[in-house]
């Protein structure tokens, strides 16, 4: 069984101060993804990164893959309350096609 | 429509009972996936559909639970004799291919199934 452990599950923040979300598994990915998702509704996709080492940036956020491709972390910068979600890391397990393996997901809060 | 859509947005049935819960992919998409969700929860598994064909099945946790996709665009998730542990948001995605996990997948707003 594939594991993808996410960490925090809960974070909460000031506005302005910096986080990182841990996203870890024993398994090579193909690809990993990072969405967010808000209350009743679907998942929404911030960023694929598929090359080991890859980083990627969204604006404030930092996006990196490890290179393993096993590990995965999203580091948010001078964080604000329009930031505030649940943040979610799914992997696409290597040599099972487009199946996604989900994270726990982290709910960040941040308060003005 | 633009993005994935999922019918309907809430279904609330007795234990027992038979439900269907219908997925429209993006135009033009191949893949389509089926995912559920608990409260607190990443999303979990079920089964996804490469064409007509499932690809790969192994989420279903039982045989209650079926899925079709008869022309390759529009897919029902089917589930008999429905369980209170059933319950729970039921999404649906698409994507363009496979291309071994890199084509990004595109999720639709979910289905939530309370079954009392």
């Known amino acids: 069984t594939q594991l993808l452990e996410q960490s925090p599950q809960f974070l909460s923040i000031q506005e302005g101060e910096n986080l990182t979300v841990y996203c870890n598994s024993s398994s090579v990915f193909s690809s990993l993804q990072w969405y967010r998702q808000e209350p009743g509704e679907g998942p929404v996709l911030l960023v694929t990164?598929?090359?080991?080492?890859e980083v990627k940036k969204l604006k404030r956020l930092t996006f990196q893959f490890g290179d393993a491709r096993k590990d995965s972390s999203l580091h948010i910068t001078a964080a604000q309350p329009g930031d505030t979600g649940l943040y979610l890391c799914?992997?696409?397990?290597?040599?099972?096609?487009?199946?996604?393996?989900f994270g726990q997901g982290t709910e960040l809060s941040v308060k003005p | 429509g633009a993005g994935v859509s999922q019918t309907p947005s809430n279904k609330v049935t007795e234990k027992g009972k038979y439900v269907e819960l219908r997925c429209d992919p993006i135009?033009?998409?191949?893949?389509l996936y089926w995912y559920r969700q608990s409260l607190g929860q990443g999303p979990e598994f079920l089964i996804y559909f490469q064409g007509t064909g499932a690809a790969d099945d192994s989420g279903l946790p039982n045989d209650r639970f079926f899925a079709v996709r008869p022309e390759g665009s529009v897919s029902t998730l089917k589930i008999q004799r429905t369980e209170r542990g059933d319950s729970a948001v039921y999404l649906c995605?698409?994507?363009?291919?496979?291309?071994?996990?890199?084509?990004?997948?595109?999720f639709g707003p979910g289905t939530r199934l309370t079954v009392l």
């Open positions: 799914a992997g696409a397990v290597q040599n099972q096609g487009g199946k996604l393996i």
């Open positions: 995605a698409s994507s363009l291919g496979v291309r071994g996990g890199k084509d990004t997948q595109y």
């Open positions: 135009s033009g998409h191949t893949a």
């Open positions: 990164v598929v090359t080991g080492g």
